[in-house]
């Protein structure tokens, strides 16, 4: 690796959370461009959670600790690209609200001010959690007012609408990106998410039971308008959120806020057969109580409305639930359990 602060290439993209689940995926698929290189800025933490397993096969320019990331802009900013910063803390359960902001918040403020200043692209991960229970719909809108009247579920999905607001309010006073895109991500499952633990993808926690022939649970309906199992989500296959991030780095466009789901909800019922067809085995479901610390807060239908992506000229279609699942099983799940990790 080259040290901190060697200049980038004039295609260099810098992807912050880039060992992490969506943030590895992306740098897997730029860092594979004969025309970029590819620079992550990430903690790798323990050994054990494998997050380091997410880059091992990636061909990387140069690796940052956060720590380094304001030296290295200053001192290599100048050949960088464009800026994917998907770094944050993701966990919907943190109860530490003060390291959800300085994460969230403060680190987003600081990159789009730096981005602003030197007039680079930047692309950041919001989240459907700015959506909370969804009685505001799931639309889009790149309107102040719409986007501050949100009601998020959890601090997570409060600190995304909070920069969200923030980068509509500062892009009103002309302190923006000249292009800048805050990508509002649904239900995401896919490889590389292993180190995620509790906050592993359904998928991920289901197959070790399906592997082992054994009922996967799901939580029972304490909504008389849903049937157990037939609560609803968007689930979106990690490559596609992929493509939308390799689109707009490619392109000259200007997103704004905007949804990557795939536009259709599927039922965790659906998820769960999806699976066992995957690894040829008949579904076994059992039904459990959701838990009382979740239940409060507990989403019972999520699905993107996909209009704004379209009409910027988005014509990649995503991928069937049935075929990205079994993708995932087929192609990452199995090959990891059959390598006892």
């Not at 969804?134 to 007012?145: P, Q, T």
């Not at 197959?207 to 909504?223: C, T």
Request: proline content about 4%; some cysteine.
């Amino acid at each position: 690796m080259a040290k901190p602060g060697a200049l980038a290439t004039s295609r260099t993209v810098l992807v912050t959370g880039g060992a992490g689940f969506i943030g590895s995926n992306i740098a897997a698929r730029l860092a594979a461009r004969p025309d970029m290189d590819v620079v992550v800025c990430d903690r790798l933490r323990e050994a054990g959670l494998g997050k380091w397993r997410n880059i091992g096969d990636v061909a990387l320019s140069d690796l940052i600790h956060p720590d380094e990331l304001e030296f290295y802009l200053a001192r290599a900013g100048r050949g960088i690209a464009a800026v994917v910063h998907m770094g944050a803390v993701s966990a919907t359960t943190e109860a530490d609200v003060d390291k959800i902001v300085a994460a969230n918040i403060g680190l987003s403020k600081r990159i789009w001010a730096w981005c602003s200043e030197q007039q680079k692209p930047l692309i950041y991960a919001s989240s459907a959690a700015t959506y909370g229970d969804g009685a505001l719909g799931f639309k889009d809108a790149n309107d102040m007012e719409a986007v501050a009247a949100l009601a998020p579920l959890n601090a997570y999905g409060w600190s995304k609408k909070a920069f969200d607001v923030m980068a509509l309010k500062q892009a009103c006073r002309g302190r923006a990106p000249p292009r800048w895109a805050g990508l509002r991500f649904f239900n995401v499952y896919g490889p590389k998410e292993r180190h995620k633990g509790a906050q592993k993808s359904v998928v991920a926690h289901m197959y070790p039971k399906i592997r082992a022939g054994e009922p996967v649970r799901l939580f029972k309906s304490h909504n008389s308008a849903y049937e157990d199992g037939k609560q609803l989500r968007d689930f979106i296959f990690v490559q596609d959120c992929v493509d939308v991030v390799e689109w707009l780095v490619e392109g000259e466009r200007h997103a704004g806020i905007v949804n990557v789901g795939t536009g259709q909800a599927r039922s965790f019922i659906d998820l769960a057969h999806a699976a066992f067809a995957a690894e040829n085995k008949p579904p076994q479901i059992a039904f459990v109580e959701t838990p009382e610390a979740i239940r409060a807060n507990y989403q019972y239908f999520t699905q993107a409305d996909m209009t704004r992506l379209r009409d910027l000229g988005y014509e990649r279609q995503f991928t069937p639930l049935e075929s990205g699942v079994g993708a995932y099983v087929t192609e990452s799940l199995r090959r990891d359990a059959d390598q006892g990790l």
